[in-house]
């Protein structure tokens, strides 16, 4: 399985501002998952991140509020604009498993409150 | 569009005994199906799959699934739980009919709790 770097792994931030939330995997990977996960909820995904294109955004997400950079196929970022305390959750990155019927990896995940 | 539920919001169990979690899911092709835990303060690890034969797989730490196309479900088991089994349990359901990139969808989460 795929080595998942994720920093920073919980920030405090203030409303208002902006975070961004890096991922890096030891191997090259064609596109990346980022997910959501609120207070005692699920994972929903916020967006797929394929290197050398717009990012993909699910429906509810949008791209003025969660910028995703795709430099590399094997480094990504997610950035949270102008947060407010409903943006406090749990952000995980994923990359594409190798197989459709291969297991998805995640990275430890970044806890974000946002005050 | 693909879906998973999972009923329970709480799942208690007391140590030894033997423990269910469940899930059904609706895909509209054939599934490729996962459990994964999540403890307090950690990521996502991957606990078991199924993706095609044998209905029954086994995963770690005693956890198995059973697969039941009829009734659409992946119900999670261990025979004898385990104190440290305490988490939080998600299923998931990726469309193997869909060929686009590989999303998961994700129930909403059982937290099992294992008392001594």
């Known amino acids: 399985s795929a080595v998942i770097s994720q920093k920073p792994s919980r920030d405090i931030c203030q409303r208002g501002t902006s975070l961004t939330i890096q991922c890096q995997v030891d191997?090259?990977?064609?596109?990346m998952f980022w997910y959501r996960q609120q207070p005692g909820q699920s994972l929903t995904l916020i967006a797929t991140a394929n290197q050398g294109s717009e990012a993909t955004y699910e429906s509810g997400f949008v791209i003025d509020k969660f910028p995703i950079s795709r430099p590399n196929l094997t480094f990504s970022t997610l950035t949270v604009s102008n947060m407010s305390p409903e943006d406090s959750s749990i952000y995980l990155c994923?990359?594409?498993?190798?197989?459709?019927?291969?297991?998805?990896?995640f990275g430890q995940g970044t806890r974000l409150t946002v005050v | 569009a693909q879906s998973v539920a999972q009923p329970e919001d709480q799942v208690n169990v007391a140590e030894g005994n033997p423990l269910t979690v469940k899930c059904t899911y609706s895909?509209?092709?054939?599934?490729?199906l996962f459990w994964y835990v999540q403890y307090p303060n950690r990521g996502l690890q991957f606990l078991l799959k199924y993706i095609t034969g044998d209905n029954l797989v086994k995963g770690s730490y005693g956890f198995e699934a059973e697969f039941n196309k009829s009734q659409t479900s992946f119900h999670l088991k261990n025979p004898s739980a385990l104190g440290s089994a305490s988490a939080l349990y998600f299923c998931a359901v990726r469309d193997r009919e869909n060929t686009g990139f590989q999303k998961l969808v994700f129930g909403t989460g059982t937290r099992l709790l294992v008392s001594p």
């Open positions: 191997s090259q990977v064609t596109m």
């Open positions: 895909v509209s092709g054939n599934p490729y």
């Open positions: 994923s990359p594409d498993p190798v197989r459709d019927h291969t297991e998805a990896f």
